[in-house]
């Protein structure tokens, strides 16, 4: 729950602390759901942020674990057009919709 | 009407229609019929037609009760993408109080089967899940793979007045064991003859990319992964809607999920991949009595000599 709230409040304060400390933040909790899910068979530390998640191993019932934990992790719930194959791809494919999430949260 | 309404309608007309004709009995369940010798001798027939189409390659013919083990079940991982299909067998083990109140219970029209227990025995969901345990068990495969030949009674509670949709019906699967290369090559083989098999029928079809009824949310995600893989296949023919048709044949390829699940080895040690294609053949007699009419011996001379030639 830490890292959501630093997540969240990373975001609340996206502004001032500037993108980049934004996003450091989203994908360090993306790295942390994966390691303690155990959703792959590799050590998630040796994947670069673009690197193909189903090449390294992700199973289709690991991915519905992965997005459950995801969803517990930032609060959050991914819509129908998000649970798609694609979107679980990397670690940078989850960031783009965890943000679109986050950000749509706080806009609305 | 809206088009749902009007779907319940045509499904409801085409089964009491089957009923007058006495092709299919009512059980007094939604999904739940018996048969004629008629239904079932278009059933007989096509089964040997299949036969005729794929039966000299060898394939090992298996043939088990409607039923698997609970722990093959689990095993299976059905659990997992199906909860809302499974049907597990539960029966009385209690002693002569427990048996008294079941009695009073029945006899006071409450509700009796809380106190039933699980037994060891499941109903079979799809006619191959219990031949993979058993050619696991044999070790690893010889390099030209495993083909086999099954048929079986399945159930699934998903109760409808659809005739197309029975809660107890029957598979007959082809099922192929092999790397990667080899399942896949017997897949197209598969849709290729599946189609030719229905086409010299007269029937009406299209192949598509299909996704099973995975449950719930987690289950809106497994469906969008098989389809954007294109791991299954339907063959489908309008039976009581064409907006609707219905799937009559299945061409599914399930990469290594029950490789993993019960330990299947390539010869050279791989997890083996696994496909099949699956012909639900009251589907099929539904689909020629609807196409061709209720009585057979007016069908065209040309499906009838495909069928009893």
């Known amino acids: 729950m830490q890292a959501l709230h630093s997540a969240r409040r990373a975001f609340s304060q996206k502004v001032s602390l500037g993108t980049g400390a934004f996003v450091t933040s989203v994908t360090d909790s993306i790295r942390e759901v994966l390691r303690e899910g155990g959703a792959l068979p590799v050590d998630i530390a040796t994947l670069d942020d673009a690197d193909d998640l189903y090449a390294a191993g992700l199973t289709s019932h690991a991915t519905v674990n992965l997005m459950l934990g995801l969803e517990e992790k930032f609060d959050i719930e991914f819509p129908d057009h998000l649970l798609r194959r694609r979107t679980f791809e990397s670690i940078a494919s989850i960031r783009a919709a965890i943000t679109e999430l986050l950000g749509n949260e706080v806009a609305a | ?309």
């Open chain 2, 1 to 309: 009407m809206n088009a749902h309404a009007e779907l319940g309608q045509a499904q409801a007309a085409f089964r009491d229609a089957l009923i007058a004709h006495g092709l299919l009995i009512p059980m007094g369940v939604d999904g739940l019929y018996g048969r004629s010798g008629t239904f079932e001798e278009v059933i007989e027939r096509f089964n040997a037609l299949v036969t005729r189409h794929g039966g000299h390659e060898g394939a090992e013919i298996m043939r088990f009760p409607p039923s698997i083990s609970r722990q093959v079940f689990e095993e299976s991982g059905y659990l997992k993408s199906f909860p809302q299909l499974a049907g597990t067998v539960h029966s009385f083990m209690g002693n002569d109080r427990d048996h008294q109140a079941l009695i009073e219970k029945l006899l006071a029209k409450e509700d009796w089967t809380a106190g039933q227990k699980a037994t060891q025995v499941v109903l079979t969901p799809a006619a191959c899940y219990p031949l993979y345990p058993v050619v696991a068990a044999r070790g690893p495969l010889p390099a030209e793979g495993a083909l086999l030949d099954v048929y079986s009674w399945c159930f699934r509670h998903e109760p409808s007045i659809d005739p197309a949709r029975m809660q107890q019906f029957r598979q007959r699967e082809y099922v192929r064991i092999g790397t990667a290369a080899q399942v896949m090559a017997f897949r197209q083989l598969w849709i290729d003859r599946g189609t030719a098999i229905m086409s010299s029928l007269g029937i009406p079809l299209h192949v598509d990319v299909a996704n099973d009824p995975f449950f719930g949310r987690a289950g809106r995600m497994l469906a969008a992964n098989q389809r954007d893989q294109t791991l299954k296949f339907e063959l489908l023919v309008p039976i009581t809607s064409s907006e609707k048709p219905t799937a009559c044949l299945s061409f599914n390829y399930h990469q290594d999920h029950f490789g993993h699940a019960w330990g299947l080895r390539t010869h050279d040690g791989g997890t083996a991949h696994t496909a099949c294609v699956g012909f639900g053949v009251e589907r099929i007699a539904l689909a020629l009595f609807r196409h061709h009419g209720l009585d057979v011996k007016a069908w065209p001379q040309a499906v009838r000599d495909q069928l009893w030639g």
